[in-house]
Nanobody, 125 residues
């Protein structure tokens, strides 16, 4: 699985941005798709993801403002994070994370994560 992120930038409070991640390779093995963010001095935390049934899950502090979605093509998947009504506290580096699930010959489930590059989002007056 190959993941390439794009988007980000700088906006004023109340503005909107959309982040994207283009996923290619063995897309049939995708298990979950997650957006994380990280601020200086803080660990990386998830903010929204599509679970194993591809249903969206959100942190409370982004509910109603962020929307995670995907667009499936024949050999690729695009993951999106639409961010509306942005607040200065949303300033962070954002990462997409694609989790792959492979069932081994022995019947065990192996999980691997593939990350896109960091995308800077800055919200300031």
């Amino acid at each position: 699985v190959h993941v390439v992120g794009s988007g980000g930038g700088s906006v004023q409070p109340g503005g909107s941005l959309r982040l994207s991640c283009a996923v290619s390779g063995d897309i049939s093995s995708i298990y979950t798709m997650t957006w994380h963010r990280q601020t200086p001095g803080q660990g990386r935390t998830w903010v929204a993801f599509l679970n194993s049934e591809m249903r969206p899950v959100y942190r409370d502090y982004v509910k109603g403002r962020f929307t995670v979605s995907r667009e499936v093509a024949a050999t690729s998947v695009n993951l999106y994070l639409q961010m509306d009504n942005l607040e200065p506290e949303d300033t962070a580096v954002y990462y997409c994370d694609v989790e792959e699930k492979i069932t081994t010959y022995e019947g065990d489930d192996d999980f691997d994560d593939y990350w896109g590059q960091g995308l800077q989002v800055t919200v300031r007056p």
